[in-house]
């Protein structure tokens, strides 16, 4: 498994922007396929973006297209998602994950990070 550690949430207005990070442990990090998924209070953990391990092919959910852009270096074991023209319903946990397939579902993804908090306000 390979260790996640979050960073670069907070608070931020409406239409503005932030840059979350996500810290991989294992020197085989390029090996792996990377996602950010978010949860809201009450709500289930939902997909946001998913990138390949060469990072060369990425998905994003409906909502946020446009708006966000994964990328990754794997020299520095490390994938970011940026996010521009936020919106309160943007407001949630972030969550990084890594598994073999850059899919849109939760379960095939096998390591996860604590979260960063994101929080939009209008």
């Known amino acids: 498994q390979v260790q996640l550690v979050e960073s670069g949430g907070g608070l931020v207005q409406a239409g503005g922007s932030l840059r979350l990070s996500c810290a991989a442990s294992?020197?085989?990090?390029?090996?792996?396929?990377m996602g950010w998924f978010r949860q809201a209070p009450g709500k289930e953990r939902e997909f946001v973006a998913a990138?390949?391990?060469?990072?060369?092919?990425?998905v994003y959910t409906d909502s946020v297209k446009g708006r966000f852009t994964i990328s990754r270096d794997n020299a520095k074991n490390a994938v970011y998602l940026q996010m521009n023209s936020l919106k309160p319903e943007d407001t949630a946990v972030y969550y990084c994950?890594?598994?073999?397939?850059?899919?849109?579902?939760?379960?095939?993804?096998?390591?996860w990070g604590q979260g960063t908090q994101v929080t939009v306000s209008s």
């Open positions: 994950a890594a598994g073999p397939k850059a899919t849109m579902r939760v379960s095939d993804f096998g390591s």
């Open positions: 990138t390949s391990w060469s990072g060369d092919s990425t």
């Open positions: 294992k020197r085989t990090f390029g090996s792996y396929c």
